[in-house]
């Protein structure tokens, strides 16, 4: 067996030995997971049970599942947060419709608004997390948008995004329940929120469904998925909506970690996470002396956004910094360092991380006057019509004018600046060429 390009990478990678600051949550430690998982991977059997019309077994773990989260139903996906996605939409617009939509949300998002021809009406965030960073939702624009939308079917935040900001998840979800709307959250990094100090998870905290990427935080194997809900409407056809996107032929190995970790959880993830937290905030206050601050507000406690370009470095610098030390983060643009810290990140993980940080040689923040986000543009097509139909990558030059087929979202501040659907201005154009992005995909 020499021919195995993606089997030779992985063990190559693994070969490097380095401290993993990203998901999946297990950190692939020995005792995150039992070392003889493979020996369980079955199909549907008999006393197996079957995910889609889940009796057994799955039953049984999926309602362990909802009563640790306090839902009123939880699904188990094996094809990540997408399928609990896809499904969260279908089940407040079956035949699509129209949602009010944070405008930074997952490409998954937009591919189902195209599956289910939904139109989006965009919120936009507030610059409230600071520099470089997207920031959130704010509830007045979420009560606005409600009452200039009175057909609206749902609002959809992502909450925390991706550096660890969180939206205000109570005042919007009271604002959703007073509108009569569910309020559903992409809580794709938010899965151990629950488990924290205070409960920040958004399903405790107000939110009508959550897509929660459990692999993302927990020991959970790549593509586990939970899918909680709290709409008392949504649970009989919610078996039904997974399905309509699901593999018929789910993992059971990732199952199975999904119901370990749910164990996992009820016996040691309040003291873990509480140990994570302190570790974290150990790691805060060292960056913080060499001026490297994290987003403002609300924000997950655990996880690590080092924004260094306050300090001078570029994030992409100190990301290959970070690798030089053995450390690999899960993301880095030019304004900051994202890093997926969890309970299975050992001290001398945290020891190497301390040490590249003091290896960071803080400087003058690199000031760079924010460009202003263009004004969004006009939609002349749905996401489904403009997805759907064949594309053509075009300069920018020859593409003002034109429908965008790809959303553009250049970082920072990761709001997209277009959608598919969407026109493409000079204004747009201008403002991706300050990206260095000289080219889109357009419909034909
Ligand atoms: C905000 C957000 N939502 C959804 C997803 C999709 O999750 P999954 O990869 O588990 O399908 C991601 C993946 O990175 C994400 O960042």
Request: glycine share 6%.
């Amino acid at each position: 067996m020499t021919d195995t390009p993606l089997y030779t990478a992985l063990l190559e990678h693994r070969q490097k030995n380095r401290a993993s600051f990203h998901t999946p949550g297990h950190k692939n430690v020995p005792g995150a997971l039992p070392p003889d998982l493979l020996s369980l991977d079955f199909t549907e059997l008999p006393d197996t049970d079957s995910l889609f019309e889940a009796e057994g077994a799955i039953l049984a773990a999926e309602q362990r599942a909802a009563r640790l989260f306090g839902a009123k139903r939880t699904l188990f996906s094996a094809g990540g947060c997408t399928l609990c996605l896809q499904a969260m939409l279908y089940l407040a617009a079956p035949r699509g419709g129209t949602i009010l939509f944070d405008r930074v949300l997952h490409r998954s998002v937009v591919h189902t608004m195209a599956l289910l021809d939904i139109t989006p009406v965009w919120i936009l965030p507030r610059p409230t997390a600071g520099r470089g960073l997207p920031g959130r939702v704010d509830s007045r624009d979420v009560l606005s948008a409600l009452r200039e939308h009175p057909d609206a079917k749902a609002v959809f935040l992502t909450s925390p995004d991706y550096y660890g900001v969180l939206a205000d998840i109570p005042a919007i979800s009271a604002i959703c329940r007073e509108a009569g709307v569910p309020l559903l959250v992409d809580n794709a990094h938010g899965t151990h929120l629950a488990f924290l100090k205070k409960n920040l998870h958004p399903l405790f905290l107000g939110a009508s469904a959550t897509a929660c990427s459990a692999h993302k935080t927990l020991p959970v194997l790549t593509g586990g998925a939970w899918l909680n809900l709290a709409e008392p409407s949504f649970v009989s056809d919610a078996k039904r909506a997974m399905a309509l996107f699901g593999s018929t032929s789910p993992s059971y190995l990732v199952m199975a970690s999904l119901d370990l970790a749910r164990a996992w959880l009820e016996e040691s993830g309040r003291a873990a996470f509480a140990a994570l937290e302190d570790r974290v905030a150990a790691v805060r206050k060292l960056a913080a002396r060499q001026g490297i601050s994290a987003p403002e507000g609300d924000c997950d406690p655990v996880r690590l956004t080092l924004r260094t370009a306050e300090a001078g470095i570029l994030g992409t610098d100190a990301a290959e910094l970070l690798r030089e030390h053995g450390v690999e983060p899960e993301y880095a643009d030019a304004a900051q360092v994202v890093l997926i810290a969890t309970p299975f990140n050992s001290e001398s993980d945290f020891q190497r991380l301390e040490t590249a940080i003091r290896a960071l040689r803080p400087g003058k923040a690199i000031a760079e006057a924010a460009p202003a986000l263009p004004a969004l543009p006009p939609m002349l097509l749905t996401p489904r019509q403009a997805l759907l139909s064949p594309a053509e990558e075009l300069p920018l030059a020859a593409a003002v004018g034109r429908i965008a087929a790809e959303t553009a979202c250049p970082c920072p501040p990761g709001v997209p600046v277009v959608m598919p659907g969407e026109k493409i201005t000079d204004e747009i154009a201008d403002f991706l060429r300050g990206y260095g992005i000289f080219s889109l995909k357009v419909v034909k």
